[in-house]
């Protein structure tokens, strides 16, 4: 079987699946399962080698990875990394795929954390906080996430980047020490009733402790901004992402926590994606 017969046959197998960007995933799929010089396959070298027979252990090795992709695993944890800010990021099934959203949340983030103590809470993969300390010129950079096999996750991509990040397992401020200047946040903010109507990428293979917000997506909102005020110093920013309907929700809660120059942000889509304030001198109620 030539290498070209190879990959026909994944996309087949992914469109009989019905897997969303059947053709973009086998592609992906084969590229990792046949790497030239210990990197996916690029394009150019698949059409020079398109004729040649197919290596064997390529072959097992891509009909695995396409079984995982049809049951609807998603092709980050399959290939275990993705791209985040323009960085490589280690994902397995400990933690959210970063989201290009998210990159939204970041860019507004790195408008004020130079020479600034950061705080990322719920950091998951490290992604927001990582990216922060590589490219913001902060003064330290804080992760914290409740689960241990996000630190573990986290901790691995710092080393993967070079960031000089502390990492801290933590039910939110629990045993963070220390106060900061800006906190950065992508909770857990879907509603729980919600969680079930999610494709089966999401709903049956991503963290649920890192997607489900609660009753009515906003809970790690409001511990969130109920207990802050011993970790946020005075004029400090708060960045939240948010979901595209919890702009207004979440600003009111901001405003009630004591926070002034309260905006919400979209993301490239054009939906409401970043609520953020600074903290008011005097304190946060």
Not at 54 to 78: H, N, W
Not at 143 to 155: C, K, M, R
Not at 201 to 219: I, M, S, T, Y
Not at 253 to 263: C, I, P, R, T, Y
């Given at each position: 079987?030539?290498?070209?017969e190879?990959?026909?046959?994944?996309?087949?197998?992914?469109?009989?699946?019905?897997?969303?960007?059947?053709?973009?995933?086998?592609w992906?799929?084969?590229?990792?399962?046949?790497?030239?010089?210990?990197?996916?396959?690029?394009r150019?070298?698949?059409?020079?080698?398109?004729?040649?027979?197919?290596?064997?252990?390529?072959?097992?090795?891509?009909?695995?990875?396409?079984?995982?992709?049809?049951?609807?695993?998603?092709?980050?944890?399959?290939?275990?990394?993705?791209?985040?800010?323009?960085?490589?990021?280690?994902?397995?099934?400990?933690?959210?795929?970063?989201?290009q959203?998210?990159?939204?949340?970041?860019?507004e983030?790195?408008?004020?954390?130079?020479?600034?103590?950061?705080?990322?809470?719920?950091?998951?993969?490290?992604?927001?906080?990582?990216?922060?300390?590589?490219?913001?010129?902060?003064?330290?950079?804080?992760?914290?996430?409740?689960?241990?096999?996000?630190?573990?996750?986290?901790?691995?991509?710092a080393?993967?980047n070079?960031?000089?990040?502390?990492?801290?397992?933590?039910d939110?401020f629990?045993?963070?020490?220390?106060?900061?200047?800006?906190?950065?946040?992508?909770?857990?903010?879907?509603?729980?009733?919600?969680?079930?109507?999610?494709?089966p990428?999401?709903?049956?293979?991503?963290?649920?402790?890192?997607?489900?917000g609660?009753?009515?997506?906003?809970?790690?909102?409001r511990?969130?901004?109920?207990?802050?005020?011993?970790?946020?110093?005075?004029?400090?920013?708060?960045?939240?992402?948010?979901?595209?309907?919890?702009?207004?929700?979440?600003?009111?809660?901001?405003?009630?926590?004591?926070?002034?120059?309260v905006?919400?942000?979209?993301?490239?889509?054009?939906?409401?994606?970043?609520?953020?304030?600074?903290?008011?001198?005097?304190?946060?109620?």
């Amino acid at each position: 079987m030539t290498i070209a017969e190879v990959l026909r046959e994944g996309k087949k197998q992914l469109e009989d699946a019905g897997v969303p960007e059947a053709e973009l995933n086998a592609w992906y799929l084969f590229s990792y399962s046949f790497p030239v010089g210990g990197r996916p396959m690029e394009r150019s070298a698949f059409f020079l080698r398109r004729d040649e027979e197919a290596d064997r252990a390529g072959v097992e090795r891509y009909r695995k990875f396409l079984c995982r992709r049809a049951s609807r695993t998603p092709l980050e944890y399959i290939v275990r990394e993705t791209e985040f800010m323009g960085l490589p990021f280690y994902v397995d099934e400990r933690v959210l795929i970063p989201r290009q959203d998210t990159e939204c949340l970041v860019e507004e983030a790195l408008k004020c954390c130079r020479d600034k103590d950061v705080l990322d809470l719920c950091t998951g993969s490290g992604c927001i906080g990582i990216s922060l300390a590589v490219l913001g010129g902060c003064r330290s950079v804080t992760l914290s996430d409740v689960s241990e096999g996000a630190v573990q996750v986290a901790e691995k991509n710092a080393a993967l980047n070079r960031a000089a990040v502390t990492v801290v397992q933590s039910d939110l401020f629990q045993n963070v020490r220390g106060s900061f200047d800006q906190i950065v946040s992508n909770p857990p903010y879907i509603a729980s009733f919600v969680v079930e109507t999610l494709m089966p990428e999401v709903r049956d293979h991503e963290p649920r402790e890192a997607l489900d917000g609660k009753e009515d997506g906003l809970f790690f909102y409001r511990r969130i901004l109920g207990n802050c005020r011993d970790f946020l110093r005075p004029e400090g920013t708060l960045h939240f992402e948010i979901g595209s309907d919890q702009g207004e929700a979440v600003g009111r809660l901001m405003e009630q926590a004591g926070f002034s120059q309260v905006e919400i942000k979209k993301d490239l889509a054009g939906l409401d994606r970043i609520v953020q304030g600074k903290r008011r001198i005097g304190g946060v109620s």
